[in-house]
């Protein structure tokens, strides 16, 4: 089972996220990846496979070729992590408005 944790970890490398970021035009097969980054075929297919055992890409055959494609589900774990925070923050920030509105110095003489 894929955790948030390990998708972050996935994530963390900046050749991971723009591989993730070249697939988010469409599904690409390694060789044309490599073509577009600074690093060799062998290297992409070793990050495509950090991203796909976290689920953040899925792989499919096209005749012999293999397509990479984002999987919109892997990004799900990341989103409902984040929201986590941004509702909190949101939930704390209300609570200081609220505060802030009750205090003496705001009320009217």
Same mark, same amino acid.
């Given at each position: ?11 963390? *490398?900046?050749?991971? %996220?723009? =591989? ?6 469409? &599904?690409?097969? +390694? ?7 600074? =690093? !060799? %075929? &062998?290297? +992409? !297919?070793?990050? /495509?496979?950090? /991203?796909?055992?976290?689920?953040? +890409?899925?792989? !499919? ?17 990341? $989103? *409902?992590?984040? *929201? $986590? ?11 200081? #408005?609220?505060?802030?509105? #009750? !205090? &003496?110095?705001?009320?009217? =003489?």
């Amino acid at each position: 089972m894929t955790t948030a944790a390990m998708v972050l970890d996935a994530l963390g *490398d900046a050749r991971r %996220r723009t =591989i993730l970021e070249r697939l988010a035009d469409g &599904p690409l097969p +390694v060789g044309v990846l490599a073509e577009q980054l600074p =690093i !060799s %075929r &062998p290297a +992409v !297919s070793q990050h /495509l496979k950090v /991203l796909k055992e976290a689920e953040l +890409v899925v792989e !499919s055959a096209v005749g012999t070729r293999r397509l990479y494609r984002v999987n919109r589900e892997g990004l799900e774990l990341v $989103r *409902d992590y984040l *929201d $986590r925070f941004w509702a909190t923050a949101l939930d704390n920030f209300a609570a200081l #408005a609220e505060a802030e509105a #009750a !205090s &003496p110095e705001h009320k009217e =003489i």
